[in-house]
T-cell receptor, first 113, second 109 residues
Framework: DSGVTQTPKHLITATGQRVTLRCSPR?????VYWYQQSLDQGLQFLIQ???????AKGNILERFSAQQFPDLHSELNLSSLELGDSALYFC????????????FGQGTRLTVV | TQLLEQSPQFLSIQEGENLTVYCNSS?????LQWYRQEPGEGPVLLVT?????EVKKLKRLTFQFGDARKDSSLHITAAQTGDTGLYLC?????????FGSGTKLNVKP
């Protein structure tokens, strides 16, 4: 158990819909990272938050947004969902903002039908 | 394009054999991590290497960071069926964390 909690574990939704994925980092970790893993793209970095502020941005679509709350949990919002958004979405956390190692949650498997 | 290239992509070996997985890049990384991921689970951190030329051992696993901090290797001695999984390298660069494409290892009994 990495200490990073993601909910829900599975999510099935229709195209055009909006979903919210939730992540609780390890106790004491201030940084949260979101990743998307699909079969043909591997693990793609989406976005990082550090202590409530956006710290780094990767290949995140405009239809996707994220935030980190004062209690340090984070949410990833995916809207206008398309079939191609089906993937595993992972959250990771680390202590500082300069990433050296991250601990991953078990992921949310999103299926868009 | 992947910033980190891993080879081989797939590896199927018999239990007891040795193997080496490579992670290469043209970029310099401040640190490099190796993860192992099982189907439906999140990647689990195995090791972090920071210094060029650094070698770290974790039981039967030996990790090496290249002198120029652009590449790394993972060597497994006497592989066991429990080593089966997806091995990912990841490099930290300017607050971004890049993953390699992964090496899928299957160890047959």
């Amino acid at each position: 158990d990495s200490g990073v909690t993601q909910t829900p574990k599975h999510l099935i939704t229709a195209t055009g819909q909006r979903v919210t994925l939730r992540c609780s980092p390890r106790s004491g970790d201030l940084s949260v990272y979101w990743y998307q893993q699909s079969l043909d793209q591997g693990l793609q970095f989406l976005i990082q938050y550090y202590n409530g502020e956006e710290r780094a941005k990767g290949n995140i679509l405009e239809r996707f947004s994220a935030q980190q709350f004062p209690d340090l949990h984070s949410e990833l919002n995916l809207s206008s969902l398309e079939l191609g958004d089906s993937a595993l979405y992972f959250c990771a956390s680390s202590v500082g903002h300069s990433l050296r190692e991250a601990f991953f949650g078990q992921g949310t498997r999103l299926t868009v039908v | 394009t992947q910033l980190l290239e891993q080879s081989p992509q797939f590896l199927s070996i018999q239990e007891g054999e040795n193997l080496t997985v490579y992670c290469n890049s043209s970029s310099v990384f401040s640190s490099l991590q190796w993860y192992r991921q099982e189907p439906g689970e999140g990647p689990v951190l195995l090791v972090t290497v920071v210094t060029g030329g650094e070698v770290k051992k974790l039981k039967r696993l030996t990790f090496q960071f290249g002198d120029a901090r652009k590449d790394s290797s993972l060597h497994i001695t006497a592989a066991q069926t429990g080593d089966t999984g997806l091995y990912l390298c990841a490099g930290a660069n300017f607050n971004k964390f890049y993953f390699g494409s992964g090496t899928k290892l299957n160890v047959k009994p």
